[in-house]
């Protein structure tokens, strides 16, 4: 496929391996993290890990949407879900996030009418075709994912759609960054930036890594050679006593981003004060909920919610997940009391969750290690 | 009971195959081409290599032309791709 087989030659991988090599300098322990999903997904898919030195080491950072959920947010999307004749739209992920009485699956199977999406224009689809009922689209998703709804919140005011409600989600990629950083459990050597997010708002917003934190960054793609790629970037920055935000990912991303999207967002969301991330607590202006303008289309101001906040299940330990404090492994509950199958934490149900994209990839390389 | 119907259910649902990637719920975006415009409603029928079609929003690249490559994320083209960046 165009755009994607040169990304995935295996001779290519292999110079870069080598080159990899020769750039780490033999008793220092490296430790970069990788900030979204997305590159877990494709690290242990392609087996990255088994191609960089022993001493660099990937840390999977807090870049999926729903594994950040707070189970407060599903026990109000459940809720919402119950309210009567509606028709609830989500992407297929959330359907399995534990809430703190069921998941949304848990919630169809009682009788609530819950489908699932692929886009949000797929759910406003929905609601002009049943426009007796209001249909509610629980939106999640970083900056890459932001402008696909409001678009479609757009459409559905312009177009006059009565039925179609949003309740919002979105969550901003650079105030949990810096939450990390200020961290002082955190270890890290640098950072391989998001790609897609980046796509929307550019290189521009992680400047401040280097500046103020003193790490560098490479925004890279998800194919293997980009994840590779960005690991020599970042070497070889630290090897050149560089610390800056390299674009490993130029051939899409700009280095402004995509200031219609941009634009978009504006129109449509406001920061909240303050967010929760499961895990990670309270992060100030970190999520977005719809400006004055849309909020005849706000879920959350049409109907009442909950708003109930819920611990995270105590034998989880997703936030020091997130973190990279700990791997996935490292978990008491990890491959035995949670699953893909039955997740007790968020990171086991996202596809692009570390105990997901780990149980799935991961443990099989562990295992022989083990062995 | 219910347990018993919802795992039914989540045997039955589509839900996205952990072992490929959710390409909405990930920071996942796929190259298409355009295949058709409505240009009245700003959509664009477009297709993977795969032969997959989708009804894409193309208002964050607008203008496009059917043959043109888009990077597409949930239903929404996010980045356009050209021949001279990608090679």
Not at chain 1, 190 to 214: C, D, L, M, N
Not at chain 2, 9 to 18: I, R
Request: glycine residues 8%; aromatic residues 8%; proline residues 7%.
């Amino acid at each position: 496929m165009k755009y994607v087989d040169e990304f995935r030659d295996p001779a290519l991988g292999e110079v870069l391996a080598g080159e990899i090599l020769g750039l780490v300098e033999p008793g220092h322990h490296y430790k970069f993290m990788e900030v979204c999903g997305g590159h877990t997904h494709s690290i242990y898919k392609y087996g990255i890990d088994d191609l960089l030195p022993a001493n660099v080491e990937l840390v999977h950072g807090p870049g999926c949407p729903v594994c950040v959920i707070p189970m407060g947010r599903v026990d109000d999307g459940i809720s919402l879900a119950h309210e009567p004749d509606v028709i609830f739209t989500c992407f297929g992920d959330m359907l399995r996030v534990p809430g703190s009485d069921g998941t949304l699956l848990d919630a169809k199977a009682e009788g609530a009418d819950i489908r699932m999406v692929y886009s949000p224009l797929d759910a406003l689809r929905i609601a002009k075709a049943n426009p007796d009922r209001p249909v509610i689209f629980f939106a999640i998703g970083f900056e890459t994912t932001a402008p696909s709804t409001a678009l479609t919140l757009k459409r559905a005011k312009a177009e006059g759609v009565k039925n179609f409600f949003c309740m919002c989600n979105h969550v901003t990629i650079v105030p949990p960054l810096r939450a990390l950083l200020d961290s002082p459990d955190l270890r890290l050597d640098g950072f391989i930036g998001p790609g897609h997010v980046s796509t929307v708002v550019g290189v521009r917003p992680f400047e401040f890594i280097p500046a103020e934190y003193k790490k560098p960054i490479a925004v890279a793609g998800f194919e293997p050679l980009d994840v590779l790629h960005a690991i020599h970037m970042i070497l070889t920055q630290i090897k050149e006593g560089r610390c800056e935000v390299e674009n490993q990912y130029a051939r899409v991303v700009p280095y402004d981003g995509n200031p219609r999207a941009l634009e978009v967002m504006a129109e449509v969301f406001e920061l909240r004060p303050h967010f929760e991330w499961r895990g990670m607590g309270f992060i100030s202006q970190s999520g977005l909920k719809l400006s004055e303008a849309y909020a005849d289309l706000d879920a959350e101001i049409q109907y009442s919610v909950p708003g109930i906040r819920v611990a995270d299940p105590k034998a989880c330990q997703c936030g020091e997940v997130l973190k990279g404090v700990i791997k996935p492994w490292e978990c008491k509950v990890f491959g035995s009391g949670c699953t893909p199958e039955r997740p007790i934490g968020t990171c086991m149900v996202s596809s692009e969750g570390a105990c997901a994209a780990y149980y799935n990839y991961g443990r099989f390389a562990r295992e022989r290690e083990v062995v | 009971m219910t347990r018993l119907i919802a795992d039914a259910a989540a045997a039955l649902a589509p839900t996205c195959d952990y072992t490929t990637g959710c390409i909405t719920c990930g920071d996942v975006a796929i190259p298409m081409s355009v295949m058709r415009l409505d240009d009245e409603r700003g959509l664009a029928l477009c297709s993977d290599d795969e032969g997959n079609s989708e009804t894409v929003e193309i208002d964050l690249v607008a203008p496009v032309a059917p043959g043109d490559k888009l990077l597409v994320h949930a239903g929404t083209a996010i980045a356009r791709l050209t021949e001279e960046v990608s090679a």
